[in-house]
C-alpha cells in the first residue's frame, strides 16, 4: 500500500508541475518587447523616444545613430508613445544640442519627456491594446523629415504587416511645404504638412473639418499618399494606415533599403533578440512542454517511485 503522505505530496507536486506549465505558456503575454532602432541612411541620426501620458516612461528617450548602427529598447507592457529621427544635430558654444529636423527642445541628446517639431516623421505604437493587440502606423500628418520603416518580427495574429514611407519626398517636396536649412541653400531638409504651412482648419482637421465627413484627403496631402501609400498622410486615414500584432518585437529603420520594404507575418524574418517578447518555452524550443514535464515527473519518481507508478496508471 503507498503511504498516504507520499501519495498525497506526488498529487502536489504533479499539480504544481501542470500550474508550472500554465504559467510558461503564458508568460510570452506579459513579457516587454524589444524595439530595435537601426540608421542605414548615409549620415547620423539621432533617435527621439516620448512616452504617452498614463505610460510608464522608457530607459532612455534619444540617442545617437551612426550609419549601419543600431540600438535596442525594452518596451514594457501597455506602453504607448511615438518614436521619430532627428537630423543635423548639434551643440552651440554653449553645449546646448538642437537639431534642424526632428528637434525635441530639451537642450539634450535625450528629450526627457518632449515631443517631435514637425515636420517629423513619427512611429507610433500602442501595445497590448484592446483585444490584447499592439496598434502601430507611421504618421506624415506632422510632416516629413527621413524615410522609416516599422517591421514587427514573430507577432502572431493581427496582419503584422510592414509599415512606412520608404521614399525621400524631401528632393520633390512641394515649394510651399518645403522646410530649407539655413545657410542661403534651398535644398530641402524636410517637408512641412499643409496644416502646418497654411494653418487652414481645411488641412489641419479642426473646425468646421473636425469629423471624418468634413475632413477629405487634399492635394498635398495626396502628395504623402501616393508616394508612401501605408502611412497616414491626414488626420482620418485610419483605414489604410494602422495595423495590428501581437506579441511582437519591432525593428525600425531609418533610410531603410526598398529590398527591406516587402509584406511580413514575421514568417522569414530573422530571429528577434531573446530579451524581448519571447517566451521561455520558445527558447527552449517546439518540444519545450513535453521536455519539463517529463523532468518535473522524474523528480517525483525520485521523490516516491511507487507514487509515479500510481500517477501514470491513473
Not at 500550474?19 to 549620415?43: D, G, H, K, R, V
Not at 522608457?58 to 545617437?64: V, Y
Not at 521619430?84 to 537639431?99: K, Q, V
Request: with cysteine.
Amino acid at each position: 500500500m503507498i503511504p498516504c503522505r507520499h501519495l498525497t505530496m506526488a498529487k502536489l507536486q504533479f499539480s504544481m508541475a501542470i500550474l508550472t506549465l500554465s504559467f510558461i505558456s503564458s508568460f510570452n503575454s506579459i513579457t516587454s518587447s524589444t524595439f530595435t532602432l537601426t540608421n542605414q541612411c548615409n549620415y547620423p541620426v539621432w533617435a527621439g523616444l516620448l512616452s504617452g501620458a498614463g505610460t510608464a516612461p522608457l530607459p532612455t528617450t534619444g540617442f545617437p545613430l551612426q550609419p549601419s548602427q543600431s540600438n535596442s529598447v525594452e518596451v514594457p507592457p501597455g506602453w504607448s508613445g511615438r518614436m521619430w529621427g532627428r537630423t543635423l544635430c548639434s551643440a552651440d558654444s554653449t553645449g546646448r544640442f538642437s537639431c534642424v529636423t526632428g528637434d525635441c527642445g530639451s537642450g539634450t541628446i535625450e528629450c526627457n519627456g518632449s515631443g517631435a517639431a514637425p515636420p517629423t516623421t513619427l512611429a507610433e505604437f500602442t501595445l497590448n491594446g484592446a483585444n490584447g493587440m499592439d496598434f502601430y502606423d507611421v504618421s506624415l500628418v506632422d510632416g516629413y523629415n527621413l524615410p522609416m520603416m516599422v517591421v514587427p518580427q514573430g507577432g502572431t495574429g493581427g496582419n503584422c504587416n510592414v509599415t512606412g514611407c520608404m521614399v525621400d519626398l524631401n528632393k520633390n517636396c512641394p515649394s510651399a511645404l518645403r522646410l530649407t536649412a539655413t545657410g542661403g541653400s534651398d535644398e530641402s531638409v524636410a517637408c512641412k504638412s499643409a496644416c502646418e504651412a497654411f494653418g487652414d482648419p481645411m488641412y489641419c482637421c479642426s473646425g468646421a473639418y473636425s469629423t471624418p465627413q468634413t475632413c477629405s484627403p487634399t492635394s498635398y496631402s495626396e502628395y504623402f499618399k501616393t508616394a508612401c501609400p501605408t502611412a497616414y498622410s491626414y488626420a482620418y486615414d485610419d483605414g489604410s494606415s494602422t495595423f495590428t500584432c501581437s506579441s511582437a518585437n519591432y525593428v525600425i529603420t531609418f533610410c531603410p533599403t526598398p529590398a527591406n520594404s516587402r509584406k511580413t507575418t514575421g514568417a522569414g524574418q530573422p530571429p528577434a533578440d531573446s530579451s524581448g517578447g519571447s517566451s521561455l518555452a520558445e527558447a527552449l524550443g517546439g518540444h519545450s512542454v513535453m521536455v519539463i514535464a517529463v523532468l518535473l515527473l522524474t523528480m517525483i519518481s525520485l521523490k516516491c517511485p511507487r507514487c509515479f507508478i500510481f500517477l501514470l496508471l491513473g
